[in-house]
């Protein structure tokens, strides 16, 4: 029976077929667009289209999207742990310079180190 506007079923299995070939084999479609004016180039676009499956994308080279936040949970979870490892750093030399205080600084200045005398007293 066929489908609509004249289809038949046998037309959906080929495309099926053509669309598992174009994603086992990939495709590269390419094409440059150039405006000029007057011998002055004003605008150059650079199209580059790739259609593949992952598993010949990999093959190819291509895996952008594995490091990409926005598409991978585990490149989100890296750049998260390797924010947090930068802010533990940070945090760990900021305690480390306020237990040891740099004594040329306060040397630097009599008053501070008068202000930190008096923090010191016991009382």
């Known amino acids: ?4 506007y ?32 007057l011998d002055i ?7 580059r289209l ?3 499956s992952v598993d010949k994308a990999k093959e190819m080279g291509i ?3 594995e490091d990409d936040p926005a598409l991978s949970s585990g490149a989100r979870r890296r750049e998260l742990a390797e924010e ?3 802010l533990r750093d940070r945090i760990a030399a ?3 310079r306020d237990a040891a205080p740099d004594i040329r600084a ?11 005398r008096k923090q010191e007293e016991p009382r």
């Open 1 to 4: 029976m066929p489908g609509p």
């Open 6 to 37: 004249g289809q038949s079923g046998s037309n959906s299995a080929n495309l099926a077929d053509i669309l598992e070939r174009v994603l086992d084999k990939g495709v590269v479609i390419a094409g440059d667009i150039k405006i000029n004016l």
């Open 41 to 47: 180039e004003l605008l150059t676009i650079k199209l």
């Open 50 to 52: 790739i259609v593949a």
């Open 63 to 65: 895996d952008w999207w």
């Open 84 to 86: 947090n490892d930068r």
């Open 94 to 96: 900021l305690e480390s």
């Open 106 to 116: 306060d040397e630097a200045d009599p008053l501070q180190l008068e202000e930190r």
